[in-house]
């Protein structure tokens, strides 16, 4: 089973083609799949149109009455889905701009099915690129990347910032039970809380690889939604809280990783939620 997450915000005009298009590559593959999208608030016609679209897909709609932003908006879709998947399932997250185009969610799960627990489309392996966008979006994407690989240096990974991955649904489960609300803790700090994810079941253990991607920013027909100060200062606090060496992120879960890789039961009752919360640093949201 697939679950695709979307966050969608104003998407009204992108919605019509791109969950058709993920259900009919989905049907075409021959896979039980649902689609869930989280609609943060919109304020166009983006409700009505989903309404009119669970008649002919298989679909959940999550709805937020104001506009949360992408952290609280990721959030709810990976928790609803995890209380709804079993460990074996398999999760897709993709924009609901039809920046990310369906045929990759097929490719994502195909790589998974080889022992990965997640798997990025990547801009920066060969083959891979992007269309319409221009020279300074593009080294600022550039720059960010670079700079999450020398701050977080996951293996596998060279692209951080591309909220288009599968995970296995276990690996999200068990991240949620250990870091329960603190999974994604820097929500409100703009395109954060992609990158986050990420560290977070790095600090598990998790084994990552790319594939290469197009990202097609010359489909998109809605105004983007990244406010590059927040971002950029989402980023310097999550890198505070994973360097700082009095109860940081890294040195709080010291030894998750070979518990959780060693013993996945002992390593949910030794990080239970309890136990995060009385001795995180994490209390602070944003």
């Known amino acids: 089973m697939i679950w695709i997450i979307l966050p969608a915000y104003n998407e009204e005009e992108s919605l019509p083609h791109l969950l058709p298009e993920l259900d009919a590559a989905c049907r075409r593959a021959g896979v039980e799949h649902r689609l869930v999208v989280i609609n943060d608030g919109s304020v166009d016609g983006t409700a009505a149109i989903l309404d009119g679209l669970k008649a002919t897909l298989p679909l959940d709609v999550v709805t ?31 924009e609901g701009d039809r920046t990310h185009p369906a045929e990759y969610a097929l490719r994502l799960v195909d790589k998974l099915q080889e022992g990965f627990d997640v798997v990025i489309t990547s801009r920066f392996q060969p083959g891979g690129g992007q269309q319409g966008v221009n020279a300074y979006r593009a080294f600022i994407s550039r720059c960010a990347n670079v700079f999450m690989a020398v701050l977080f240096r996951i293996p596998g990974v060279r692209e951080y910032s591309c909220g288009y991955r599968g995970y296995r ?20 700090l703009g395109f954060t809380s992609t990158i986050e994810m990420i560290i977070k079941l790095h600090l598990l253990g998790c084994r990552f690889a790319e594939i290469p991607f197009v990202l097609r920013y010359d489909r998109k027909k809605s105004p983007s939604k990244m406010v590059g100060s927040v971002t950029t200062l989402g980023y310097v606090m999550m890198a505070v809280l994973f360097h700082w060496p009095f109860g940081g992120w890294r040195s709080q879960y010291r030894g998750l990783r070979q518990l959780y890789m060693r013993d996945r039961a002992k390593a949910l009752e030794a990080f239970s939620l309890s136990a995060i919360r009385r001795r995180s640093v994490s209390r602070i949201s944003f």
């Open 64 to 94: 937020h009455q104001l506009n949360r932003g992408l952290g609280e908006t990721e959030r709810d879709g990976f928790e609803f889905v995890a209380a709804r998947c079993h460990r074996d399932d398999f999760i897709v997250r993709v």
């Open 169 to 188: 649904a276990g690996v999200i489960q068990d991240a949620i039970a250990i870091f329960g609300n603190s999974f994604i803790q820097l929500r409100g």
